[in-house]
């Protein structure tokens, strides 16, 4: 469920680039505001992607591990973190270990998200990585919002429950770490895992899986998303517009 800026369409063929540049931007930010305000109830953490077409997955799904390969290489993280002391280790939750390690840019199953859709929004614009053809840059991104209420909670993160966790039922959670350092707490960080990440072969989109919208949101997605992300004005409308959400929107960023 992707919302494109009706600016952003034929955006090479039209005059006035820098202007149609601006009217891009002035929409995504509407979009912005209109998904915080309309929508789910629960709210929703945000991830910035510089390439729309880019599978949503950790680092270690980037490496092509399976969800057994991943969990025998976090244990033996944590063993290794523990046995060196590495910040403190000894007397961390499992999760905060794994967290500080992926901070320092360790791969793990962590997802990285944010409460901030601006930081969010930086973060792919500020991505200059170099992909087939050119720069990430001559891509369309996408500004992911995904439902809150669709993650459970990693329980007692600050204890070791590593095991627990990972052996339970199936589930996507979401891990917000404390604040380790000032650039952590600038980018309102929060993670996303699955306890089963899923294959590119099982899922294509996300290791985090995509489960398949409401009826009513399939039918009228395009009209749905309108109503959420333009900027026309909601106070002759009744009610709240919108009760029904899908577990991820986006905002095409051109």
Known sequence: MIYQPASGRDLDSRTGRGNVLRDVAREILSAISGLTLL?????VVWRGQADASWRLESKMGRLGLSAR?????ERMMLAEA??????????????????RLRHHGAATRLVDFTTDPLVALWFLC?????????????????????????LGTVKSPYMRNYNSTIDGAGSNLLYRTPPIDPRIAAQRGV???????LS???????????PIPKQNWISGSAERLSKICDTEKWA???????EVFPQFLGIAVP
């Open 39 to 43: 929508g789910p109830k629960g709210g």
């Open 69 to 73: 390969e991943m969990a025998k290489q």
């Open 82 to 99: 523990r046995r060196v002391g590495a910040d403190n280790a000894q007397h961390l939750g499992d999760w905060e270990i794994l967290a």
């Open 126 to 150: 500020e991505d200059t990585s170099q992909v087939a053809g050119g720069s990430v840059r001559d891509q369309t991104g996408v500004l992911l919002a995904m439902q809150r209420e669709e």
């Open 191 to 197: 993670f996303a895992f699955s306890t089963n990440p």
């Open 200 to 210: 590119s072969a099982a899922c294509t989109p996300s290791e985090l899986g995509l």
């Open 236 to 242: 002759n409308r009744t009610g709240r517009p919108i």
